[in-house]
């Protein structure tokens, strides 16, 4: 082979791996943003001095006009500790779409959110699988009584040449 070939060849090459859609949800050692959190279990329930349910409505899709009546939405749901000295413990992270129906649950094992720390999960355009009334139920839990975590979605879309965001907030059920 001629080494214009080989060099040819090489940036072909180069240029497909750099192509490559990154997952959103790996964190820098390539691991999934929640399992690297996993915890073999949450301190004993007497120690917790808050439990609480948010509901966090997402939007894979809005309609934006009746010539094009869809358009897929990225979603990043965001969980914050905002306490500076405690830990917050995630037990449930549950994907519901429009109808109500479990789409997924993010974790099977709870995870550990160290003092000031964000955790992001991110709902991919291409996944409409939640619909426009889509929503997370996520369960935290502290042994701090003052906490107070911030749950948020964000979601980006583009239209024609504009590109917008938004973000909702997570309401406590309890």
Same mark, same amino acid.
């Given at each position: 082979?001629k080494?214009?070939d080989?060099?040819?060849? =090489?940036?072909?090459?180069? !240029? *497909?791996?750099a192509c490559k859609?990154?997952?959103p $949800?790996l964190? /820098?050692l390539g691991?999934d943003e929640?399992? *690297?959190?996993?915890?073999?279990?949450?301190?004993?329930? =007497?120690?917790? &001095?808050? %439990? %609480?349910?948010?509901?966090?409505?997402?939007?894979s899709d +809005?309609y934006i006009?009746?010539?094009?009546?869809?358009? !897929?939405?990225s979603?990043? !749901?965001? +969980?914050? %500790? /905002? $306490?500076?000295?405690?830990?917050?413990f995630?037990s449930?992270i549950?994907?519901y779409?429009t109808?109500?129906?479990?789409?997924?649950k993010?974790?099977?094992?709870?995870?550990s959110l160290?003092?000031? *720390?964000?955790?992001?999960?991110v709902?991919?355009?291409?996944?409409?699988?939640?619909?426009?009334? *889509? %929503?997370? +139920?996520?369960?935290?839990?502290?042994? &701090?009584?003052?906490i107070?975590? !911030?749950?948020?979605?964000?979601?980006?879309?583009?239209?024609?040449?504009? &590109?917008f965001s938004f973000?909702?907030?997570?309401?406590?059920?309890?």
């Open positions: 082979m080494k214009l080989k060099i040819f060849i =090489s940036i072909i090459v180069i !240029l *497909a791996l859609n990154p997952n $949800n964190d /820098t691991q929640l399992e *690297a959190l996993e915890v073999d279990k949450t301190p004993d329930e =007497s120690s917790l &001095s808050y %439990n %609480n349910e948010f509901y966090v409505p997402i939007y +809005i006009d009746s010539q094009n009546p869809k358009h !897929l939405l979603a990043t !749901l965001s +969980i914050r %500790n /905002t $306490n500076s000295k405690d830990s917050l995630v449930k549950n994907y779409d109808h109500g129906l479990l789409v997924k993010f974790i099977d094992k709870p995870i160290p003092p000031m *720390a964000t955790v992001n999960y709902i991919e355009k291409e996944d409409d699988t939640g619909g426009s009334g *889509a %929503n997370f +139920i996520v369960h935290v839990s502290s042994r &701090s009584p003052m107070r975590p !911030l749950i948020q979605a964000i979601m980006i879309g583009q239209y024609s040449n504009k &590109s973000s909702t907030d997570g309401y406590p059920l309890e």
